[in-house]
């Protein structure tokens, strides 16, 4: 990592982690490779979020941990050359990486945040696991890291009880944001009643909008996979008029 990242990091992490905490709440369109990211770079919006499973894609794997680690991480480190701006990255849930590991490769990209997921291969982790893995993530990076804990109860008819138990245990672990993946829109408040701080709620480009999800409770907007999806779809829609 060059001196000039590594003095400029810190500071990036620090302005990324008081978006979360403005009176705008936070609207994160996420991007797959370096053009995209400039695309929402010259949008405007104040931070750059990828999206796992789009990037996955990208680079020829799918979702759900499919993607070597060390493809992952060169993928991310791209698009944060590419941009000015913060960048947090999806990273599934560590890529099986030990927390210090994880830490010091995903700074080396240039990324101040990331998105660790409690389910791997269509499984909930154990809540203590990853209580302890996100303090261990937590302690190895400082201030550097801006951590954004997604709850996947709701992905396999979880109960709001969960999801409100686990985004406390990750907030006390040191999480600065919980994202209850596909929590229903109507729940959204009872989740940021109980459990407190910011919320990441994901919205697409057919709804739920940021408006919907603002109104209830989300401070944090994110859209996944759905953007890639919908430009890949507009791809496929234009093609037959091409010939």
């Not at 996955?56 to 759900?64: E, F, H, P, S, T």
């Not at 210090?100 to 203590?128: I, P, Q, Y």
């Not at 929590?183 to 739920?208: S, V, W, Y």
């Not at 209830?216 to 919908?230: D, K, N, V």
Request: with cysteine; aromatic share 6%; glycine share 8%.
């Amino acid at each position: 990592m060059s001196p000039e990242l590594m003095s400029a990091q810190p500071t990036r992490a620090e302005s990324f982690r008081a978006l979360h905490h403005g009176t705008t709440p936070l609207v994160l369109p996420n991007v797959w490779d370096p053009v995209s990211a400039r695309v929402v770079a010259e949008a405007g919006y104040p931070a750059i979020a990828t999206s796992s499973g789009a990037v996955a894609r990208v680079i020829g794997y799918d979702d759900g941990q499919l993607t070597p680690p060390a493809d992952m991480f060169t993928a991310i480190r791209r698009i944060a050359d590419a941009v000015d701006l913060p960048v947090t990255a999806d990273m599934e849930a560590g890529y099986g990486l030990p927390a210090k590991e994880f830490v010091e490769r995903l700074l080396e990209t240039g990324a101040v945040g990331c998105n660790l997921e409690d389910s791997v291969d269509g499984a909930m982790l154990d809540l203590e696991r990853q209580a302890d893995y996100l303090s261990e993530v937590r302690a190895a990076a400082g201030a550097d890291l801006v951590i954004n804990a997604r709850i996947d109860n709701f992905l396999y008819g979880g109960a709001v009880e969960d999801a409100v138990t686990r985004g406390r245990a990750y907030r006390r672990a040191g999480a600065d944001c919980v994202y209850p993946i596909f929590a229903p829109t109507a729940l959204l408040a009872t989740l940021a009643d109980g459990i407190g701080g910011p919320l990441n709620a994901h919205a697409r480009p057919n709804g739920p909008t940021p408006a919907d999800l603002i109104a209830r409770g989300a401070t944090r907007i994110s859209y996944g996979t759905s953007l890639h999806t919908f430009v890949t779809n507009a791809l496929r829609e234009l093609l037959p008029d091409l010939t």
